[in-house]
């Protein structure tokens, strides 16, 4: 059965400064991996996703990821945070090929931005 | 625009009566899902649907029902079986396997 592990359940960065949110996953097939971003009191939006080609995603709000197979990992970068980017950040994963799945999501990392 | 309404957005019930979240949507997605958020757990999966008057249990689904009447319609009823109701719950469909979720903003339920 497939596993997300997202470590840190905050994070705290300066207005400015890198983001770096890290997720790992666990899947017994190639899998496909998203990033979503939860505002409070509010659904989820997707901020990109990974199936197949180029390892390196580019999504919304210019954050991005990178899927390396070889460490099981797809963590979540921005060069330098925004005060609106203060929100919780979800990793899920799907393997690939089996009909419609059932997203396993982590359990979250809260990101702060302090000025 | 398309997307996924959920009423109402706060619902308020008394323990023991069963209570029903609306979920609808007009992407014309055929696959739909119920979430149940807690702080520090993640988002952990009730039931899904992947065509209309079909769904299946997810990991939590205990304590819960659903229908799919229509392809629009998901809603969830939370049942006076369910032991810990108070929660956000959230509803989102999918297009095709593997098409990213899009949620509808959730509906927090409290239960006293």
């Known amino acids: 059965a497939q596993s997300v592990t997202q470590l840190g359940s905050h994070v705290s960065v300066s207005e400015g400064a890198l983001v770096l949110l890290r997720c790992n996953y666990s899947?017994?097939?190639?899998?496909?991996l998203f990033w979503y971003v939860q505002y409070p009191n509010q659904g989820l939006q997707l901020l990109l996703k990974y199936t197949t080609g180029a390892t390196l995603v580019k999504g919304i709000n210019g954050f991005e990821a990178e899927f390396k197979k070889s460490e099981t990992s797809f963590h979540l970068t921005k060069p330098s945070a925004h005060m609106s980017d203060a929100a919780e950040y979800f990793c899920a994963v799907s393997p690939e090929g089996t009909g419609f799945q059932k997203l396993v999501f982590g359990t979250g990392t809260r990101l702060l931005v302090s000025p | 625009d398309g997307g996924i309404t959920q009423s109402p957005k706060y619902l308020f019930r008394k323990e023991g009566q069963n209570v029903t979240l609306s979920c609808e949507q007009n992407l014309n997605h055929d696959a739909m899902y119920w979430y149940r958020q807690d702080p520090g757990q993640g988002l952990r999966l009730i039931y899904y649907?992947?065509?209309?008057?079909?769904?299946q249990k997810g990991d939590i689904a205990e304590g819960y029902s659903v229908s799919r009447e229509k392809k629009e319609s998901f809603p969830l009823t939370v049942t006076s079986a369910q032991k810990n109701p108070t929660a956000f719950y959230l509803c989102?469909?999918?297009?095709?396997?593997?098409?990213?979720?899009?949620f509808g903003n959730g509906t927090r339920l409290t239960v006293t």
């Open positions: 649907s992947q065509i209309v008057n079909d769904f």
């Open positions: 989102a469909s999918s297009r095709a396997p593997g098409s990213p979720l899009h």
């Open positions: 899947s017994s097939v190639p899998p496909y």
